[in-house]
Nanobody, 117 residues
């Protein structure tokens, strides 16, 4: 099983980024996928999860209306579109197989997002 995040980088406040999570080694369409972030000196923060077929999504309040999770099961990839970025969004962003209620089975290595002028 492998989850590989990409798309992070340095962006100015108010800017946008789209993160990707490419999965392999399992039947992607059978699993909920989740984005989690960890800011320096803080614990992991659940951001968003998406159902196996993409029909249902959930977001933490701090990103609701700014971030959008989506998935393409033909490409075994989940995306996180991040708009109106703020300095407090600076963190290492991870995708994980699973959800916060049932637990996470596998994690990617993370991609760094830095929001700064």
């Amino acid at each position: 099983v492998q989850l590989v995040e990409s798309g992070g980088g340095l962006v100015q406040p108010g800017g946008s980024l789209r993160l990707s999570c490419a999965a392999s080694g399992f039947t992607f369409s059978n699993y909920i996928i989740t984005w989690v972030r960890q800011a320096p000196g803080k614990g992991p923060e659940w951001l968003s999860s998406i159902a196996t077929d993409g029909s249902s999504t959930a977001y933490t309040d701090s990103v609701k209306g700014r971030f959008t999770i989506s998935r393409d099961n033909t490409k075994n990839t989940v995306y996180l579109q991040m708009n109106s970025l703020k300095s407090e969004d600076t963190a290492l962003y991870y995708c994980a197989q699973g959800d916060r209620w049932s637990g996470y089975n596998y994690w990617g290595q993370g991609t760094q997002v830095t929001v700064s002028s």
